[in-house]
Each structure stands twice: as C-alpha cells, then as structure tokens.
C-alpha cells in the first residue's frame, strides 16, 4: 500500500485532562496537516469529571464517552475497535508527549523498518531530569520483559507509540490500567513483530497530579508480563 493511500488513527485516551486535551488536539492536526497523510483523531474519555469531554467536543474529532470509568487501558482498548487506519498511533493527552515528535515516530514504519514503535523518554539526555524512583522502576520492567522474550528496550512504560495495524489485530488486549503497554509489547514480540525505539522529549505535567498509583500498577505490570507471555496471543 501506498503512502497516500493509508489511513492514520492517532487515539487520544482522555481522563480529567481540561487544561491539555485542547492544546494536544490543535497540534496532532498540525502536525499531520503537514505530513499531508489521511487521518483521524479519536479521543476516547474515560467518563472524566471536569470539563474535559466539553473542551474535547470543540474540535473535529470522533469522541466516545465510556459511561463508567474504566482505566487508561480500556479506553485505548475502546479506541482501538473504533479505528479505521492502517497504522495506529496512541499519545497521552496530559501533554507529556509532543505531537511534533510524530514524525520521528512515523517514520520506521511507513517505510517498513518496523512494526511497532515505541517513544523513549530515556533515550533523549533532555530527560535525565526524569524522576530516578520511576526510571529504576521501568529498568525492571525492561529487564523482565528481555528475560522473557529477547526484546530489548530503554522504555516499555512509554504510551507515545506507533504501529502497524496488523500487530493489533492479533493480540486479545485485556488490559484496563496502565498495564496496557506491557501486555501489547509483550504480545508484539511473542508474535515476532520488529520493536523499534526513537528518543522523545518528556514534559512533565505542571498542574493536577498523576493518575498513577505506583504499589497497584507496578504489581498489575509484573502481573501483565508474566499473564501476556503463557496466553496466546
């Protein structure tokens, strides 16, 4: 298939973000306006109780609201149902991710390098400011993961990813929380994908507060890689 005949969703998992949700959409369609590929923004809120889903329904995008809340995992996974492209791109919507680093990320596999790309926070030194208690944290997840399945990465917790659509389609997501990144990289190498890594910038957040709970998910993490690798895919 040709370039410009693809079709790219980039899905926006959505959940108490008013004050970002709006500038993150106005720059992922600037963006792809300039890469000049078909596409689609699908934000995906997950039954948020501020403004968010009121910001998100300005903009030109297919919006679902989950009626419960039901974790960063099943509103990609709702996303993910909903998609119409051939190469799936998921970006925080807390402005963390830089959608003007798309291109970077794009690239591998339009021109076929890969299968699934993954932004890296730890491979850009403008990060070294990242907080040393999570990087330690996803050094283990990297670790077990290669154990595991011989891919070796620098961020498997990396939400800013890129793929092609086939890699999906074959994988059964169950994941609700934030172990979703887990499981689909550890599906995607059993399935003998190619993993490919680009550097990212990382802003972290200046308001609000992160919805991680660092004992729950890291525990669901560990759960996810060990439950991903004896299921089939």
């Known amino acids: 298939m040709s370039h410009s005949q693809m079709m790219?969703?980039?899905?926006?998992p959505l959940y108490n973000e008013e004050q970002t949700i709006g500038n993150v959409i106005e720059?992922?369609?600037t963006v792809m306006k300039q890469i000049g590929l078909k596409y689609e923004i699908i934000v995906v809120d997950d039954h948020?109780?501020?403004n968010s889903l009121v910001v998100a329904k300005r903009y030109p995008v297919r919006l679902y609201s989950l009626i419960v809340h039901v974790g960063k995992g099943g509103g990609l996974r709702a996303g993910f149902t909903k998609a119409k492209g051939d190469v799936i791109v998921t970006i925080d919507s807390d402005g963390s991710?830089?959608?003007?680093?798309?291109?970077?990320?794009l690239c591998p596999v339009l021109n076929n390098q890969a299968d699934l790309v993954i932004g890296s926070r730890y491979l850009c030194q403008k990060n070294a400011v990242a907080k040393k208690l999570n990087m330690f944290g996803v050094k283990v997840?990297?670790?077990?993961?290669?154990?595991f399945t011989g891919v070796r990465v620098t961020d498997s917790q990396s939400g800013?990813?890129?793929m092609k659509r086939k890699v999906l389609d074959v994988q059964h997501l169950k994941s609700c929380g934030y172990e979703i990144e887990t499981e689909m990289l550890v599906k995607t190498a059993k399935s003998r994908y190619r993993v490919f890594e680009v550097p990212i910038s990382f802003e972290q957040r200046t308001y609000g507060v992160?919805?991680?709970?660092?004992?729950?998910?890291?525990?669901?993490?560990?759960?996810?890689?060990?439950?991903?690798?004896?299921?089939k895919v």
């Not at 997840?141 to 154990?147: E, L």
């Open 97 to 105: 991710h830089l959608p003007e680093e798309l291109p970077g990320l």
């Open 210 to 231: 992160s919805g991680i709970d660092y004992l729950h998910d890291v525990f669901r993490i560990f759960v996810a890689i060990i439950s991903a690798w004896l299921r």
């Open 48 to 50: 948020s109780f501020d």
């Open 27 to 29: 720059r992922v369609q």
């Open 8 to 12: 790219i969703s980039i899905i926006i």
């Open 160 to 162: 800013y990813r890129v």
């Open 141 to 147: 997840f990297n670790s077990i993961i290669q154990m």
